[in-house]
């Protein structure tokens, strides 16, 4: 079967290549893959694995083969799904307690762009549950986690205001419920109980300056690269705020994977979470990847493979 191979040293990233056949363990199902999508921080991992090493973590398609064990969905079910690696493949083994089901009428293309983004979305607002009038302060709200934070953000009943880096960009969340968009997190007024902040360097000094007292930032990236000065002086005006360290994949159990995918798959299917996406065929990876890196990717960059 084909798959996306890491090939660090050629003249792309990744290429796609002649791999074995999944061998799964028992737990796991094999998937026939549909669709998957990106994220920013697989496109540093590209640079750090070594040759042959094989990514790939948000996919949606159909089980081709339960899991021996006879847990989770049947042969036939279209899914979407986590997997620690080796999703971006025309076939893929994946831990049955990793996936959910899909509706008809939600697509593979908007599935996979739930997982890692989607779980992010949703378990870094749960810092500041319960959400219902609240002001909310999302940066990078264009990206890929922010777009689909302000949706569940709004519709949990805060009043979010979304950072996004230009007017253009901002053309992204048309329709998406904040109640106010800014090009620039400075240009953002008042006091914030939540923030969700992955810009890092001067964003972060910033968010810092405009949460409540009491109130929490989580900080779940660095996608500038730029260190931020701390100072306990700092939040002489924000007294007892929190900084909240985030990683998706361990901050809750195991076992939540597949109730916080199904979560999301249904709110994609009521129609309250819209994912904001731009499909592409699989071997334009290394081009649309280098337009990610380069902030040229508004919402969720999503990858076909051809169904042969
Ligand atoms: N901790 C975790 O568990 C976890 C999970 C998922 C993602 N992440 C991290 O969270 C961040 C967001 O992920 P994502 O998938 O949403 O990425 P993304 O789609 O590339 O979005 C990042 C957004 O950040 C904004 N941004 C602001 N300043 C930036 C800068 N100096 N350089 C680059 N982007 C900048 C960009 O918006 P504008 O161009 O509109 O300003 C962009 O839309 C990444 O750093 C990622 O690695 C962490």
């Known amino acids: 079967m084909l798959a996306v191979v890491n090939t660090p040293n050629g003249p792309a990233p990744v290429a796609i290549r002649e791999v074995p056949e999944p061998e799964p363990k028992a737990n796991e199902a094999v998937v026939a893959v549909h669709a998957f999508s990106l994220n920013r921080g697989e496109m540093r991992l590209f640079q750090v694995r070594h040759e042959g090493w094989r990514p790939g973590q948000d996919i949606a398609g159909v089980v081709l083969r339960q899991a021996a064990d006879g847990n989770g969905p049947a042969a036939g079910t279209r899914v979407v799904c986590l997997t620690d690696w080796e999703g971006w493949?025309?076939?893929?083994?994946?831990?049955?307690?990793?996936?959910?089901?899909?509706?008809?009428?939600?697509?593979?293309?908007?599935?996979?762009?739930?997982?890692?983004?989607?779980?992010?979305?949703?378990?870094?607002?749960?810092?500041?549950?319960?959400?219902?009038?609240?002001?909310?302060?999302?940066?990078?709200?264009a990206g890929g986690v922010g777009n689909l934070a302000v949706q569940l953000a709004a519709r949990s009943g805060?009043?979010?205001?979304?950072?996004?880096?230009?007017?253009?960009?901002?053309?992204?969340?048309?329709?998406?419920?904040?109640a106010e968009i800014?090009?620039?997190?400075?240009?953002?007024?008042g006091r914030y109980e939540l923030i969700l902040e992955a810009a890092g360097g001067p964003s972060l000094t910033a968010a810092i300056g405009k949460v409540e007292a009491k109130g929490v930032v989580v900080i779940y990236g660095n996608s500038s690269g730029e260190p931020t000065p701390l100072d306990f002086r700092m939040f002489g005006e924000h007294q007892n705020a929190r900084l909240q360290g985030f990683h998706y994949f361990t901050c809750e159990p195991e076992e939540k994977f597949g109730p916080d995918l199904a979560l999301l798959v249904?709110?994609?299917?009521?129609?309250?979470?819209?994912?904001?996406?731009?499909?592409?065929?699989?071997?334009?990876?290394?081009?649309?990847?280098?337009?990610?890196?380069?902030?040229?990717?508004a919402g969720k960059a999503i990858f076909h493979i051809p169904q042969t």
């Open 158 to 178: 805060a009043r979010v205001t979304a950072v996004v880096g230009s007017a253009e960009r901002a053309k992204v969340l048309d329709g998406l419920g904040a």
């Open 89 to 141: 493949a025309e076939r893929a083994a994946v831990p049955s307690h990793r996936m959910a089901a899909l509706p008809d009428n939600v697509s593979f293309a908007d599935a996979a762009s739930l997982p890692v983004a989607g779980l992010t979305a949703l378990r870094t607002l749960r810092h500041g549950a319960p959400l219902l009038g609240k002001r909310v302060l999302i940066t990078g709200a």
């Open 266 to 297: 249904s709110l994609v299917a009521d129609g309250s979470l819209k994912p904001r996406i731009v499909e592409h065929d699989w071997h334009d990876i290394p081009a649309v990847g280098a337009r990610l890196l380069g902030r040229g990717v």
């Open 182 to 189: 800014v090009t620039s997190i400075d240009d953002a007024q």
